[in-house]
């Protein structure tokens, strides 16, 4: 069974940092590519970021560039979503997921996903 947990998530002013983590179980790890996408209230799904499954490749939204970083630890079945410069518009639910399609031009295709983790920027 394909689980996904996500956690790192809270309150931070703008301009601040947060780290996300996406623990995964019950699949292949290593055989997929991985995504973080965001919903905020009123808004459209949004895909962040995405990793390929080796590690080789990684695309980020536009309004993302530059200020966040993903990577992944195969050995540890876990993605990270390392944010920085954080902007009140970041505020959303971010989820991770499993890819089922790497294009190699923005990150779409979600297969499964966790819960979710809040992530509030205000002051």
């Known amino acids: 069974q394909v689980q996904l947990v996500e956690s790192g998530g809270g309150l931070v002013q703008p301009g601040g940092s947060l780290r996300l983590s996406c623990a995964a179980s019950g699949f292949s790890f290593a055989t997929y590519a991985i995504g973080w996408f965001r919903q905020a209230p009123g808004k459209e799904r949004e895909g962040v970021s995405c990793?390929?499954?080796?590690?080789?490749?990684?695309l980020y939204a536009d309004s993302v560039k530059g200020r966040f970083t993903i990577s992944r630890d195969n050995a540890k079945n876990t993605v990270y979503l390392q944010m920085n410069s954080l902007k009140p518009e970041d505020t959303a639910v971010y989820y991770c997921?499993?890819?089922?399609?790497?294009?190699?031009?923005?990150?779409?295709?979600?297969?499964?996903w966790g819960q979710g983790t809040q992530v509030t920027v205000s002051s």
């Open positions: 997921a499993t890819m089922l399609v790497w294009t190699g031009l923005r990150c779409s295709s979600f297969g499964s």
């Open positions: 990793i390929s499954r080796n590690d080789d490749s990684t």
